[in-house]
């Protein structure tokens, strides 16, 4: 089957996520991952210059398909509190949907280009930001950082979803729903 010049960048990035999961990131090699693609090395090298290159453009990936699944069935005319809680179930299935995202969650900050791709998130156009400003704006949200802002909101479903897979808890739909509510009160004024 011949890929596309995306569908190969993609697969090489997958395997290299689905690697990392399995076997940690330090023992990432250009032929392990060529070998999970199931393309030679030298096409890893048409698309990516080196590892550190490869790593860095798997960590924009990351990044890429979150912004895509917070935008999933957003309604920009919605309540603060609905827009707030589609985007919570959004990540919740995002973590659901990607279980080497949570395997590898902890590595990630070691990927090049990770740290200054999370610093440069409060400066972005998307969607989380775009919800930030219009709620501060409107005097709803606190005034507090966006990241802080994350944290206290967002970040519980990277916290939960992390504990349901590693850890084998499970959270009843009901529970979830009453995090989203206090996680809500919590950016609130």
Known sequence: MQYSETQTAQQILVATEKLM????????????IAKAAGISVGT????FTNKEE?????AKYLFARIDAQLVKKHNPDAPLFE????????????????PHVLKNFYQYDSLPGFSELVKSCHQRRDIWNTFIKQGQKQRVLS????????????????K???????Y??????????????????SICY
């Open 21 to 32: 999961a399995e076997d940690g990131l330090h023992t990432l090699s250009m032929q392990k």
């Open 44 to 47: 890893i090298y048409i698309y």
């Open 54 to 58: 490869l790593l860095s453009n798997l």
């Open 83 to 98: 827009q707030y809680r589609q985007m919570w179930w959004n990540f919740w299935e995002f973590f659901e949907q990607n």
């Open 143 to 158: 005034s507090l950082p966006h990241d802080v802002l994350f944290a206290l909101s967002l970040g519980s479903a990277i």
């Open 160 to 166: 939960l979803a992390f504990r349901q897979a590693h």
């Open 168 to 185: 084998d808890e499970s959270y009843a739909v009901e529970m979830l729903e009453d995090v989203i509510r206090r996680t809500w009160q």
